[in-house]
């Protein structure tokens, strides 16, 4: 299993930008692919994002097509958010995942997250 510890959440302005963080522990980094999950109040868990192990393909939810950007440094061991043109419906936890495989949407396909980051975006 992988450690994994998201940063980067916080209050931003309709529109404005933010950029979360994901730290992954071990040395096997680069084989897992990553994915953003995220949890509004009283709704479930959503796919977000993902990426491959490589970095080299990576898959989005449709409400986030063409605002939300995610990248991988292997080098690093983290994997990046890059959130653009927010709104108020992308307030939510938002959670980093990590699965022992190639990529994935599914909640049920990571076996490793990391505790959360919030996102909290004012109209």
């Known amino acids: 299993q992988v450690q994994l510890v998201e940063s980067g959440g916080g209050l931003v302005q309709a529109g404005g930008s933010l950029r979360l963080s994901c730290a992954a522990s071990g040395r096997t980094f680069s084989s897992y692919a990553m994915g953003w999950f995220r949890q509004a109040l009283g709704k479930e868990r959503e796919f977000v994002a993902t990426?491959?192990?490589?970095?080299?393909?990576?898959n989005y939810a449709d409400s986030v097509k063409g605002r939300f950007t995610i990248s991988r440094d292997n080098a690093k061991n983290t994997v990046y958010l890059q959130m653009n043109s927010l709104n108020a419906d992308d307030t939510a936890l938002y959670y980093c995942?990590?699965?022992?495989?190639?990529?994935?949407?599914?909640?049920?396909?990571?076996?490793?997250w990391g505790q959360g980051t919030q996102v909290t975006v004012s109209s």
């Open positions: 990426i491959s192990r490589s970095g080299a393909y990576t």
């Open positions: 995942a990590a699965r022992n495989g190639p990529w994935a949407v599914r909640t049920t396909d990571f076996g490793s």
